[in-house]
């Protein structure tokens, strides 16, 4: 199974756009789809990942990042959300993930997970929402921060994914 995600998460030093946008603006991603509405802060950065497989926007200093994508799985059947997730957190090197209760995108209830990541010379904290849509289809954002994030950049970045609506339910 492919999760695009991983792409995003791994990625050692993010780039993006070359200036950012002084005001907040809207992403509409996938331009196949439009599943997500995604507000970028002011000055935040944007990134998506090859082939459009993934979206990601992160603050200038980098330490954090909110990462949302959609995946299908139309030949398999059966999959739960935990296996879903699994499988994407084994792929990614996620450390001490586990479940962490019930989460949402945009009101849309799902499962919340959580784990670290090593990656960029840094441990980051990771917590994911799986919202599964369909038998086959769940939308996930994942929201990550470096460990030695602060206070205030935790919650910038929290604010953050409060700008992530799912059009697509």
Not at 28 to 36: E, I, M, N, T
Not at 87 to 105: C, D, L, S, V, Y
């Amino acid at each position: 199974m492919c999760y695009p995600i991983l792409a995003l998460l791994t990625i050692a030093s993010a780039t993006g756009l070359t200036s950012a946008p002084a005001r907040p603006h809207t992403v509409l991603w996938p331009k196949s789809l439009y599943a997500y509405s995604i507000l970028v802060p002011p000055g935040w950065r944007t990134q998506e990942a090859p082939e459009g497989a993934a979206f990601m926007v992160y603050p200038p200093d980098k330490s954090c990042a909110i990462a949302v994508t959609w995946v299908e799985f139309p030949e398999v059947s059966g999959l739960t959300t935990d296996s879903v997730a699994e499988n994407a957190a084994a792929g990614a090197k996620i450390e001490h993930f586990g479940p962490a209760g019930t989460g949402t995108i945009s009101g849309t209830k799902g499962k919340a997970y959580s784990g670290r990541l090593q990656a960029d010379n840094s441990t980051w904290a990771i917590k994911s929402t799986y919202v599964q849509l369909r038998p086959t289809v769940w939308a996930i954002e994942v929201v990550k921060w470096r460990q030695t994030a602060t206070a205030a950049q935790r919650a910038a970045c929290t604010a953050a994914s409060e700008g992530v609506t799912l059009n697509y339910h």
